[in-house]
Structure formats: structure tokens, C-alpha cells
């Protein structure tokens, strides 16, 4: 009887220590799931613990290949998708043979390109020649977006296998807008325009749309205001014109050096191209002034914004052929700005006008010229398109050129 007892007690304690330690273990999460394109076969990333493992085969059956791999030595890259998602790329090896799975986003094809659509791709290579490259099916992608970063920081890894450093904002996941807390002051930036930020990593943009629509009521900064806007304006399920023209004049009429230039020149590109408002080329060429030259004391642009504003600039011309002479100029003037945002393109664009002038010996290249020896700016009208080195070069330039424009303003010729 005692054999028999001592027996049991040590079956329980075996019994005990095992679901012991199922319990410390730890626990695998998914982090992606997908079964591929034409193939009953499923591809899988998931962590446990310390460690990452790639998974493929047969979602019925046991995998065919499992590798792992320590978070800390994981092949694990990032590159910016569309809008504010992410996308995450990890790397297996077995042997010659290396197992990359991409995941993200990308922008959707007709009839509406502004949706983001998810993808997943299994790319097989040997000796750095591919032998598969395969696709998952879009409906059965499940990610978890940053966990694999999450897990990387938290053992203390810093960067990606390409060598950039990790980025340090806080990784959410939030609950729709309705179900949140109020937006709170969170060092210069507000928690409800950060949970917009998480929900728009994970691809889910009504959803930030509806936080960064808290964080602008809230009045507690312009962020939230600004990628309502863009999201107003540019996605298509989301569009509504009236609200995206009230988000971006507040950002524009504000004091943000940084988003102002930009909302400025999303604003009056609206009325320029007469996209959700009546074409207005005074309020077009007004906005985008600002958006190139006006803004700010802090000499920040919006590039863009610059080449839009040469556009109104001609488009004024034709309407109003009284400002004829002075059209020119200010065309190049706007060009140049841009240039100093190191846009080759838009430079040769401003050479090319500058070229063209000089070759019709049109009278504003003689008002440059004059206008620069007034000023004392620069060494020639020429040099003013010429791209700057470095920073400081082109934040110098960019002081010159605002004092040129207002100049070329006052310029009766």
C-alpha cells in the first residue's frame, strides 16, 4: 500500500511540474498567417519567446519546413509603404537556401487606387538566384503589424539588418474612435493622433480617420487636422471635400512650420484645379505663396507646393494677360525655391525656362538681373537655380529667394 501511494505521489509531482512548465512556457503568436496563391499551403511567421519561426505547408497536415531563429540575430528589414503603413520583410536560411517573406501594404488598382490593399509574398532563393517567388492570397492575410519590432526592442536590438535604427514610437493597437478615451497633451504631440498613427500602420484607415478627427477637435495641435485632411482629400472611400478644405486652412492659417507649407499647398491646389471648390486662381495663387515663400520665419517649404504655384503663375497669365511681364519671374523664382529642396528635376525645369528667356531675350531675364544687382542676393539671376550642397547652403538660398519674390512683387516691368 505504502509502494503504492509513494508511487502516486510521485505520478502527481511529475503531473504537476509538467503543467508547470507548459505554463511558464512561452506562448507562440502569429504574427502572419496566409495560404498561397493557387495552393492548398500556408506560410507562417510567428515569435515564441526569444525566437522567430518560419513555418510552410499544408495548414492540415504538420509543416513541411520549420525554421527558427533568435530575434536578436533575425534578418528583419522595413521600408515605408503607402500612406502611413509599413512594410516588414524577414529572411530564413537553411543551408544555400534563404526563405524572404514580405508583408504590407500596397495601392490598390481600379476602380479605386486610393484603398490600400494587403499583400504577402514568399520569395525562395538558392545562391542568390530565385527559384520561387509566391504570393498570398489577399483574403487570407492575417498580420500583426511591429510585433516583430516590438519583440526586437524589447530584447534591447537597436537596428535592422540593413543598419537603420529601429524607430522608438509606441506600438499600438487601438479601438475605434467611439470606443477611446479623450485626447490628451502627450510631450508635442496628442495620444489620439498617435492611436491615428497606429491604426493607419495596421492599414486600417477609417479607423484613423476617425482618431485624427478627435485629435483636431480637441485643439490641442494641428497634427491630427493635417492627416484628416490628406485622408479627406485623397482617399477615395473616405472623401469629403468640405471637411478637407476646413482641415487644411486651419493647418495652413496655423503656426506649424512644418505640416503649414504643405497643407497651404493641398488647400489651393483645390482651387487651382477646381477639385471639390470652383476654380480660383487669386485664392490659388495666394495659398501657395504661402506654401513656398510666406509661411514661416523658419524658411520651411512645401517643394511641390513651389512648382504648383509656377503653374498658377501661368495660369493667371493666360486669364489676366496684364500680368504678362512679371509672370515669368515669378515662375522662376518659384522653380528655384523648389530646386533648394535638392528637386533636380524641377532645377533643369528652371534652367530651361531661364535658357528659353535668355534666347528670346525676354525682358524679365533682364529684371532678374537687375533685380539680383539691387538685392545683392546672388551672383546672377542664372545662379539662382543652381542646386545647394547642404543644408545651410539651401536654407540661405531659400532667405534670398523670398526676398527676391517679394521684390519681383513690387517690380512694375
Not at 510521485?10 to 498561397?36: F, H, K, N, Q, S
Not at 520549420?66 to 503603413?85: M, V
Not at 486652412?249 to 477646381?274: F, I, Q
Request: charge should be neutral; proline fraction near 5%.
Amino acid at each position: 500500500m505504502r509502494q503504492i501511494t509513494t508511487a502516486l505521489v510521485l505520478l502527481l509531482a511529475a503531473a504537476w511540474m509538467t503543467a508547470a512548465m507548459a505554463a511558464d512556457a512561452p506562448r507562440d503568436e502569429a504574427v502572419l498567417t496566409c495560404r498561397i496563391q493557387g495552393q492548398d499551403r500556408e506560410v507562417s511567421v510567428s515569435i515564441t519567446g526569444t525566437r522567430a519561426t518560419y513555418r510552410y505547408g499544408s495548414s492540415l497536415q504538420k509543416p513541411e519546413l520549420t525554421l527558427r531563429s533568435p530575434l536578436a540575430d533575425l534578418d528583419y528589414r522595413r521600408k515605408n509603404g503607402p500612406g502611413e503603413t509599413i512594410d516588414e520583410i524577414v529572411t530564413f536560411t537553411n543551408g544555400d537556401t534563404a526563405y524572404r517573406v514580405a508583408a504590407g501594404f500596397k495601392n490598390g488598382a481600379a476602380p479605386d487606387p486610393t484603398a490600400l490593399q494587403p499583400f504577402g509574398l514568399l520569395t525562395v532563393s538558392r545562391a542568390g538566384r530565385t527559384l520561387a517567388a509566391l504570393s498570398c492570397r489577399p483574403d487570407s492575410i492575417r498580420r500583426v503589424h511591429d510585433r516583430l519590432l516590438a519583440g526586437m526592442r524589447e530584447i534591447g536590438r537597436e537596428r535592422s539588418s540593413d543598419g537603420e535604427s529601429f524607430p522608438n514610437y509606441e506600438i499600438q493597437y487601438p479601438a475605434p474612435a467611439d470606443q477611446s478615451p479623450p485626447c490628451k497633451a502627450d510631450f508635442n504631440v496628442d495620444t489620439c493622433w498617435s492611436r491615428g498613427v497606429g491604426a493607419a500602420r495596421g492599414g486600417d484607415l477609417r479607423g484613423a480617420l476617425g482618431h485624427y478627427d478627435m485629435s483636431c477637435d480637441a485643439h490641442l495641435d494641428d497634427l491630427g487636422c493635417y492627416e484628416a485632411g490628406k485622408l479627406y482629400l485623397q482617399n477615395r472611400q473616405l472623401r469629403d471635400y468640405a471637411k478637407a478644405q476646413a482641415r487644411f486652412a486651419r493647418v495652413c492659417d496655423g503656426s506649424d512650420p512644418g505640416r503649414g507649407p504643405y497643407a497651404c499647398k493641398y488647400l489651393e491646389w483645390m482651387n487651382l484645379t477646381a477639385t471639390g471648390v470652383s476654380r480660383n486662381l487669386d485664392q490659388a495663387w495666394s495659398k501657395l505663396a504661402r506654401a513656398c515663400f510666406l509661411h514661416n520665419d523658419a524658411d520651411m517649404i512645401d517643394p511641390e507646393g513651389c512648382h504648383f504655384f509656377a503653374k498658377t503663375v501661368f495660369a493667371v497669365r493666360d486669364a489676366k494677360p496684364s500680368r504678362y511681364p512679371r509672370a515669368d519671374l515669378l515662375a522662376y523664382v518659384a522653380l528655384s525655391q523648389a530646386c533648394t529642396d535638392d528637386a533636380r528635376t524641377v532645377c533643369d525645369e528652371a534652367l530651361a525656362l531661364y535658357k528659353t528667356g535668355i534666347g528670346q531675350h525676354a525682358p524679365w531675364t533682364k529684371s532678374c538681373d537687375a533685380l539680383v544687382r539691387g538685392q545683392g542676393t546672388f551672383a546672377s539671376c542664372k545662379d539662382m537655380a543652381r542646386p545647394r550642397a547642404d543644408y545651410d547652403s539651401a536654407m540661405a538660398t531659400r532667405r534670398k529667394l523670398k526676398v527676391m519674390f517679394l521684390a519681383a512683387l513690387d517690380d512694375p516691368t
